[in-house]
């Protein structure tokens, strides 16, 4: 099996995550530059099998895109070109820094660490993308 990839996109700073091969367990895997984002990812799909690359979506509560979405629908085009054979979803994350935030209180970060703004990215892309496994888990129960 390939892995399936989440990408939390930010003007600055982009978290990743991913799956283990057999797709059961998300992980954070990095967060890296913005602007390093797509050399990052061409890299990784050389190494690794990767079936799809999941691209959070970030949306206001009457659910209109956010602002950041200007720079996000261009750089889903771009991963659309350059990865042909890889499924490229989008999946709502909003309140996912949030949750971020606070699963790190949770599992017991001390506030230093908690405020390293790269940790919440990559937890925020993991919640994109344990979200978008229970979807697909909960879709292929039903049918």
């Given at each position: 099996?390939?892995?399936?990839?989440?990408?939390d996109y930010g003007s600055k700073?982009?978290?990743?995550a991913v799956t283990d091969p057999n797709q059961i367990?998300?992980?954070?895997?990095?967060?890296?530059h913005a602007k390093n984002?797509?050399?990052?990812?061409?890299?990784?799909?050389?190494?690794?099998?990767v079936s799809c690359i999941v691209v959070g979506e970030p949306k206001r509560m009457n659910n209109d895109p956010s602002e950041i979405e200007k720079q996000i629908a261009p750089?889903?085009?771009?991963?659309r070109k350059m990865f042909p054979g890889?499924?490229?979803?989008?999946?709502?994350?909003r309140f996912t820094s949030k949750i971020a935030f606070q699963?790190?209180?949770?599992?017991?970060?001390?506030?230093?660490?908690?405020r390293n703004k790269e940790i919440v990215d990559m937890v925020s892309a993991t919640l994109i993308l344990q979200t978008y496994m229970e979807l697909m888990n909960n879709k292929s129960l039903s049918t």
């Open positions: 099996m390939a892995r399936i990839m989440a990408i700073r982009v978290g990743i367990i998300a992980n954070g895997l990095t967060t890296i984002t797509l050399q990052f990812l061409k890299e990784y799909v050389v190494n690794e099998k750089f889903v085009r771009e991963l890889i499924t490229i979803e989008r999946m709502d994350e699963t790190m209180i949770d599992g017991g970060l001390k506030k230093k660490a908690r």
